[in-house]
């Protein structure tokens, strides 16, 4: 199946579409992304932005797309406008992951915005709004819009393990999930430090763990 082929699978109306199409919601760093017509260029400008922007928190991220990203595509779907990354995997298969364009303004009408750690603003506001595999939607960090609360659950485990949450439920949030129970989650009233708590729905949590340490490895865990 060719790649656009199996894109269709997973997304409603989805179409290539032309930077120009998208230029007033383009920034200047993603429009000279796509206005690269050769190949190499295109990639090695999506790694300047990764770099310039997030290149201490998501460096093995960052080094794995560096070894391995084949090509980015703009596409417009139902879910909004985003990047599609093209991905030698480490089996040598070739799969897909996504990040939606980010629209600073967009980003700034969620209610607590402006309590998350700024290297999270950073990430949203300049690389992308959410990263992740393309067909399930999770192994990644989530879109802004779809960040959840963790008070919005009911998680069975609390009972189960006789667990003494030492966070509050109602100002933690969930920023990535891995679709098989795992969740890196933050305290937005307490992320002076960006300790973050790894979550699982059937596990013992794991508290005090640095958010873009487990981001990293959780991400480039996915591209195995």
Known sequence: ????GFLKQYRDNIELISVNDINSYISEEWRSVFNEKIQHNRIQNTINIW?????KELRNTISYLSENLIDVSLVKTSYGISVIYELKMMDGSIDYYEGLLCINDYNKKIAMWDSIPESLKTFYSFVHNGFYYYASRNM???PIEKVTCMNDYDWGIIEDLNLKVPFNMESTYIFFETGMGGYVILDVANNHDENSTVWFSANKPMYDKNFWDIVDEWIVMGFN
Not at 1 to 4: C, S, V
Request: charged letters at 40%; one cysteine or more; aromatic letters at 8%.
């Open 1 to 4: 199946m060719d790649k656009f």
């Open 51 to 55: 770099k310039k922007h997030c290149e």
């Open 140 to 142: 990644g960090i989530l």
